[in-house]
């Protein structure tokens, strides 16, 4: 168990912080991904190889409910995780994660029983299986007399060459590349590196019902960072993106762009102030800034914690939480963004949920146990890490509509404040919906101009207050290209984010420096 | 007795990787099994119960590295993806910093029993955690404004964990050791709206030493109902008590920069300060691996070294970097070990109250909310909640602040070390107190 548990912490991070410095991925398993479907059946196409059967899901099912459970799921699972490493101007190291297992998942009311194993014998799958039953204590309830493959889900990240077929020869340019670009984009930098990663494999899921589902969900990130040095001091800094995409997703305009960012946005430390410490108006910079709305607002309209009364935001849907030209999604559908599934891993459709709605708090993110809960359909939010999880409510993208005003008018209307563009990362208290998020780069506004840059500053706000206070939106929405990912209850999922320009009349800034 | 499985498939995978043309291999297997019971509002929330395996293997294949894992163990599969491995490592670029550890390091493991593995780990029923997640709530809603409380959880964990690690050149070890937790959370309602949460979990290697489940409960309740009409105070530079729960994230921050790669990619603001001074007098932190029934104890570290007791701090002074085998070659610095095991920070004479009388006015901080530091600067700046202390007492709570400071600065202002380390973590500290930090609020 960790050093700091529990479910009252909610974290998010981008790709380049330290807490994906250990994991371990890179290329292979070309045979076993590649090899024959033979014994293939309707609905286990992939997982055909590795012996599952019809019949043996059908089985596990049964002996899920054989204490009684509403209801029971299976979810198969295999991931090849595959990194590169670039460091001192060669990839010298790879790192290959090979995921396969399978989770059984019984659901009586709100209370889950959860098994999982990574032997993919029916044997092994139906102790799972009696393991999660024992959630419930009634009488056996039949399992699904045939599975029924379904067919409908859209296709919202279309590779034309797989993962698998990728050979490691053919990424290590994109490494040596930005190396080489970075250093020649200024003469202050020292150090770069360079970790690329690719994702491919499959999940299919099987429930009572008799529904199968199989999706394939691609991932690729880079993410780039640097040392510079000047004076006899010392700034590091980078840049990362993310996408469900195949290697076409590189395009020299993108490399240029995370060469241009990372090295501007290291070099700017240099000549970086310390921020005032205390409360004032804050402007966030279209894109990344969407972080705040993944902690004020997105993890406290999470189902699992309103079905339970302990968010902030339980008692609240309804009525008015923001200006009426605050518009607030979450939804799943975006062509290769990060936080995009075809389908969620409870099997639900994914499509576009809004949390806010002319300024109303309208829908909460649901899984199906929360849906049943409050009596309305599932929202597609139900996800997990791995099939070593149960699912839970999870964001996938969340994001502020376009507003009214400009990003100048907002940045003028501001005589003395902050304007943020960069962040690591953020974190909510869902019942006290205290909030943080952290900047890396900035600037100053004085006067109604950006002035001097600033750095490493915390923000600290309270999720339903801060929400009344954005009193500006602009019209130029971006979803973030960086690769985040989010921490809830000890499971790490994909997520993306994005907000227009917008200014919050006031919050506080946890610098070191003097108020005006 | 007959050998372990997961050993023989960790022997297997190094005897594979070799045949298959690494020069050198390492490789760990694992096996774990890990149940929860989870209790909420006086009903089961979740069960879970799994037992999960795999094996990670570190390959060196004509001077190019390369570190693999999988938890598809068929044997057909695992032969596939190591020769696969080795096929790809040699797409890289050569490191001639990368070979296994010096076999003269993996010598002089200490004779010590660790005490990590409870042989009755099989004692505990399903009827034993159900009794414990329900004392826990029970006492939970014992506590004096108990009517307060809108939700309390609860969770016992129990796991056994056995590792393997096997090396080409020479390196056997085995590790088994055993956990149980007990942990509650609850919230309560503030009348201005909030829902204010705090936890209490407390953990122990034996199934006999497990510590009293109702005072998680009652300690949870208790430290979410004293956090009811908290309130963001003014801006202001002030003394800063940290309690001992608290006070390991200042202690985590230390250990990136402290790290050998850190050290070689210009990322550490300890760099040339080996000797240094870099804390106050009272800043003396020892990594000691041997302490029998520690969360970090180990008589080997993860690359087979073996574990000995290393000052990381004394009286200020910075003693050692974790530096491992690779990031050794490169620094021309000798290994030490490659991560921290127990941190066992030197204890003062007072308790937290003692402590908090002697500091008269300023703020306990009970808790961290997000934030970050910089491993290359040493700039830090995080979300705090508490306590305003006033006359040298606990008074009103205090949240949604931010404190900010620089590492290389902050530790000289270290003026007070309690004598209650925090016995339910690898960060053994007590409670800490800091002169002239920057609060920002009001």
Redesign the interface.
């Known amino acids: 168990?960790p050093?700091?548990?529990?479910?009252?912490?909610r974290?998010l991070v981008g790709l380049g912080a330290?807490t994906l410095a250990t994991a371990?991925l890179?290329?292979?398993?070309?045979?076993?991904a590649q090899a024959a479907t033979t014994g293939a059946i309707e609905g286990i196409g992939y997982f055909a190889r590795f012996g599952v059967t019809d019949q043996m899901i059908r089985q596990a099912l049964s002996a899920a409910l054989s204490k009684g459970g509403d209801r029971a799921d299976v979810f198969f699972q295999h991931r090849i995780n595959h990194y590169?490493v670039l460091?001192?101007g060669?990839?010298?190291?790879?790192?290959?994660?090979?995921?396969?297992?399978v989770g059984v998942r019984v659901v009586r009311g709100?209370?889950?029983?959860?098994?999982?194993?990574?032997d993919l014998t029916a044997a092994a799958l139906k102790q799972?299986a009696l393991?999660?039953a024992?959630?419930a204590d009634g009488p056996a309830r039949e399992g699904p007399k045939e599975l029924r493959l379904d067919r409908g889900l859209p296709s919202r990240y279309p590779v034309k060459v797989r993962w698998e077929d990728v050979?490691?020869?053919q990424k290590?340019p994109l490494l040596t590349g930005l190396n080489e670009k970075t250093f020649a984009g200024s003469p202050l930098i020292?150090?770069v590196?360079v970790s690329f990663s690719d994702q491919s494999g499959a999940i299919l899921i099987a429930d009572s019902s008799g529904r199968i589902v199989e999706d394939f969900q691609p991932m690729t990130s880079i993410s780039l960072s640097c040392?510079a040095?000047k004076d006899g001091?010392?700034?590091?800094n980078g840049y990362n993106v993310a996408a469900r995409a195949d290697m076409s997703y590189y395009s020299p305009e993108r490399l240029d762009r995370m060469v241009r960012e990372a090295v501007s946005r290291t070099t700017i430390l240099f000549d970086a102030v310390?921020p005032p410490?205390?409360?004032m108006p804050v402007v966030l910079g279209a894109g990344a800034s969407g972080i705040l709305l993944h902690?004020a607002i997105g993890h406290g309209m999470e189902a699992d914690f309103n079905r339970?009364?302990?968010?902030?935001f339980?008692d609240k849907i309804g009525k008015s939480v923001a200006k009426p030209f605050v518009n607030i999604v979450d939804e799943g559908e975006k062509p290769a963004a990060r936080g995009s599934i075809n389908v969620d891993d409870e099997g639900n459709a994914v499509g576009t949920t809004h949390l806010v709605k002319d300024g109303i708090l309208t829908t909460y993110l649901h899984d199906s146990i929360s849906a049943k809960h409050y009596g309305v359909g599932p929202t597609g939010n139900g996800r997990r890490e791995s099939y070593?999880y149960?699912p839970i409510p999870r964001m996938r993208a969340t994001y502020m509509l376009p507003g009214p005003h400009k990003k100048d008018e907002i940045i003028a209307s501001v005589k003395k404040g902050i304007f943020c563009t960069n962040f690591?990362?953020?974190?909510?208290?869902?019942?006290?919906?205290?909030?943080?998020?952290?900047v890396k780069n900035g600037y100053m506004i004085e006067d109604g101009k950006l002035t001097r840059p600033i750095?490493?500053?915390?923000?600290?706000?309270?999720g339903?207050k801060i929400l009344e206070k954005i009193d500006m939106v602009a019209d130029d929405l971006v979803i973030d290209e960086g690769g985040w990912t989010c921490g809830k209850d000890g499971q790490m999922c994909p997520v993306s984010q994005g907000i227009p320009t917008v200014r919050v009349a006031s919050i506080?800034?946890?610098?070191?420096g003097a108020?005006a | 007795m007959a050998k372990d499985k997961m050993l023989e498939t960790t022997e297997l995978c190094v005897k594979t990787a070799l045949a298959k043309g690494a020069q050198e291999a390492g490789a760990r297997g694992y096996r774990v099994r890990d149940i929860e019971v989870k209790w909420?509002?006086g009903?089961?929330?979740?069960?879970?119960?799994?037992?999960?395996?795999?094996v990670?293997l570190q390959l060196y294949v004509d001077g190019?590295?390369?570190?693999?894992?999988?938890?598809?163990?068929r044997p057909d599969?695992l032969e596939?993806?190591i020769a696969?491995?080795v096929v790809?490592?040699r797409?890289?670029?050569?490191?001639p910093f990368?070979t296994l550890p010096d076999p003269a390091l993996y010598k002089g493991q200490a004779a010590v029993d660790l005490k990590l593995d409870d042989p009755k780990y099989a004692v505990v029923t399903?009827d034993d955690r159900l009794r414990l997640v329900k004392e826990m709530e029970a006492a939970a809603r014992d506590v004096k404004g108990a009517e307060a409380i809108?939700?309390v959880?609860t969770t016992f964990?129990d796991s056994l964990s056995e590792t393997f690690r096997v090396h080409s050149n020479g390196f056997s070890g085995s590790r088994r050791d055993t956990?149980f937790?007990v942990?509650a959370?609850v919230?309560v309602k503030d009348p201005d709206?909030?829902?204010?949460?705090?936890?209490s979990?407390a953990?122990s290697r034996f199934w006999a030493e497990i510590p009293a489940a109702a005072e998680q409960g009652r300690i949870a309740a208790s430290r979410a109902l004293s956090?009811l009409g908290?309130k963001?105070g003014d801006?202001a530079v002030l003394s800063m008590a940290i309690d001992n729960r608290a006070a390991?994230?200042m202690i985590?921050f230390l250990m990136?920069p402290l790290s050998g790669a850190s050290l070689q990619?210009?990322?550490s603001f300890y760099e040339g300060k080996t000797g240094s001074t870099v804390g106050s007098p009272l800043l003396t932190i020892t990594d000691d691996p041997l302490i029998p029934k520690g969360f970090g104890s180990r008589l080997f570290d993860g690359e087979g070294i073996a574990a000995k007791s290393m000052p990381v701090f004394d009286a200020g002074v910075l003693k050692s970097f974790y530096i491992d085998t690779y990031y050794g070659k490169?620094l021309k610095m000798a290994p030490t070990t490659g991560g921290a095991s127990n941190l066992v920070i030197k204890l003062g004479a007072k308790s937290q109250p003692g402590i908090l009388a002697d500091m008269k006015d300023g703020i306990l901080v009970t808790g961290f909310?997000?934030?970050?530091s910089?491993?290359?600067?040493g700039?830090?700046?995080?979300?705090v909640?508490g306590f305003r202390i006033r006359g040298g007492k606990i008074a009103e709570p205090i949240?949604?602040?931010?404190?900010?400071?620089n590492h290389l600065e902050f530790w000289k202002k270290l003026s007070a070390v309690g004598n209650d380390p925090y016995p339910y973590?690898?960060?053994r500290v007590p409670t800490l107190v800091f002169e002239g930090v920057?609060?920002?609020?009001?």
Do not use: C, H
């Open positions: 168990m050093d700091n548990p529990g479910m009252t912490r974290r330290a371990s890179s290329d292979i398993l070309m045979s076993q590169l460091e001192d060669s990839v010298n190291r790879a790192f290959t994660n090979v995921e396969l297992g709100d209370q889950t029983g959860y098994g999982f194993t990574e799972a393991t999660a024992a959630i050979r490691p020869n290590l020292k150090k590196n040392v040095e001091k010392r700034e590091s310390v410490a205390g409360e902690e339970k009364g302990i968010s902030i339980s070593q149960a690591t990362n953020g974190q909510v208290q869902i019942g006290a919906g205290d909030f943080t998020f952290y750095k490493d500053v915390n923000i600290i706000g309270n339903p506080t800034v946890g610098g070191r108020k | 909420r509002d009903k089961l929330e979740k069960i879970q119960e799994a037992t999960t395996r795999g990670g190019r590295y390369a570190s693999v894992s999988s938890s598809d163990l599969a596939t993806f696969d491995s790809m490592t797409t890289l670029a050569k490191d990368r399903p809108l939700s959880t964990n956990a937790w942990g959370e919230n709206g909030r829902k204010p949460e705090d936890y979990y953990g956090r908290s963001k801006s390991g994230r985590g990136g990619q210009k990322r490169k909310l997000g934030g970050n910089n491993g290359t600067t700039d830090f700046s995080l979300g909640q949240s949604e602040m931010n404190i900010s400071g973590s690898t960060i920057q609060f920002a609020g009001n």
